[in-house]
């Protein structure tokens, strides 16, 4: 999410405001349609919306990360006291995640967002969901891991079905608590037809796998999970993060997946993002993808021949061979995707991925500008 500093005098506790008006000729305000989060109770508010009309001068110009702040229509932002504040909802984005809990039950070496004790956010997400006015393609359920705050999930997972009957709901989960028959059948009545549970398999072996997430017997709780939701016929997407401990056995990883899950809907293949563990771990966790080019292949060959739906995510086109380009997407979320010097004259730049803005702290030798092909003759 977008994040920006700035004080309102009158913001005395965290408030959610869907932007309902934008200055126009002489006026000059924004107007924010929404209520304070601790006045939202079971998700429901005690006492209406309330409009908020804020002089855009006292608006920040842009973002933290330097980008323009411009909210558009439907935009949900939530005001902070403190000054620390959001864009929660982007009303044209087409990847939107609603986080519900910052705490998790495994410590990635990776982990991009490290967890943090006693940090849920149900009333936020109620609220969030509750401003949220025009039907998203898809939603996405996020975390730290979203099952440890059980309860509160099912009943977001039936708002998000109730609300937006259309859209996929995309849940980001471990599926370790998920090896109990029990809790999978309840998601997958709270989640309905259109639920997707994206996990992570870092390896086909389970060693390997529970020491990347830091946490014994993790691998065959997952493994047990998306068995359950294969039972409930809960569709499942596999992802696993190339990194140093992995890399030389994605060959055997995509022939573990292909006997192994036959019946999963996606598998995304994905580079790794430089910041937060994973920055702290960079001496344990980085290869460059140059160095895996040659695994990487055979592992989306042989998935593709397999006839399984596979997929490169955050992964530059430059560093790709031609015969993969076709299975790179450009899966990295606008709000923290940015492009480089040499991506301005490259003539796959609308194609591309492009970089996490974290790609600063490191990224791929193998970075170039890519020319039309006759004046690499």
């Not at 006839?307 to 076709?326: A, H």
């Not at 990295?332 to 480089?340: D, T």
Request: charged share 20%.
């Amino acid at each position: 999410m977008k994040n920006f500093t700035f004080k309102l005098d009158y913001i005395h506790n965290a408030t959610l405001g869907r932007v309902d008006a934008l200055p126009v000729g002489s006026r000059n305000c924004y107007t924010f349609i929404g209520n304070q989060v601790d006045k939202v109770i079971n998700g429901k508010n005690n006492d209406g919306l309330e409009f908020y009309n804020v002089p855009s001068i006292e608006l920040p110009s842009e973002t933290n990360d330097g980008s323009i702040f411009k909210p558009n229509i439907g935009d949900v932002v939530l005001f902070n006291p403190s000054g620390v504040c959001s864009i929660e909802y982007e009303s044209v984005s087409h990847s939107n995640c609603i986080l519900l809990t910052e705490r998790c039950n495994s410590k990635c070496i990776m982990c991009v967002q490290p967890p943090k004790p006693c940090s849920d956010s149900l009333n936020l997400a109620f609220a969030l969901v509750e401003l949220i006015n025009n039907e998203p393609q898809c939603i996405g359920i996020t975390g730290g891991e979203p099952t440890l705050v059980w309860d509160g999930l099912l009943e977001l997972l039936n708002r998000c079905k109730e609300k937006f009957p259309s859209a996929d709901i995309q849940l980001l989960s471990n599926a370790r608590l998920l090896k109990n028959y029990t809790r999978s059948k309840a998601l997958s009545e709270a989640g309905g037809d259109r639920l997707i549970v994206c996990v992570p398999i870092y390896s086909d072996i389970d060693q390997i796998h529970d020491k990347i997430v830091g946490v014994d017997g993790a691998f065959w709780e997952a493994v047990n999970g998306i068995y359950n939701l294969e039972r409930l016929s809960v569709s499942v997407e596999i992802r696993t993060v190339v990194q140093l401990m992995n890399y030389k056995r994605l060959p055997q990883w995509s022939e573990f997946i292909y006997r192994f899950f036959p019946f999963v809907k996606h598998i995304a293949i994905m580079a790794l993002e430089p910041i937060g563990l994973s920055l702290n771990n960079l001496g344990d966790v980085w290869i460059d993808p140059v160095d895996y080019i040659k695994m990487l292949e055979h592992s989306i060959k042989f998935l593709n021949r397999g006839d399984m739906e596979v997929s490169i995510f955050n992964q530059q086109l430059c560093t790709l061979p031609r015969n993969l380009w076709k299975f790179s997407k450009k899966s990295i979320s606008e709000w923290k995707n940015i492009f480089f010097e040499e991506c301005e004259r490259c003539v796959e730049k609308s194609n591309c991925a492009g970089f996490f803005s974290a790609s600063k702290n490191q990224r791929s030798r193998g970075i170039k500008t890519i020319v039309p092909l006759e004046e690499e003759l």
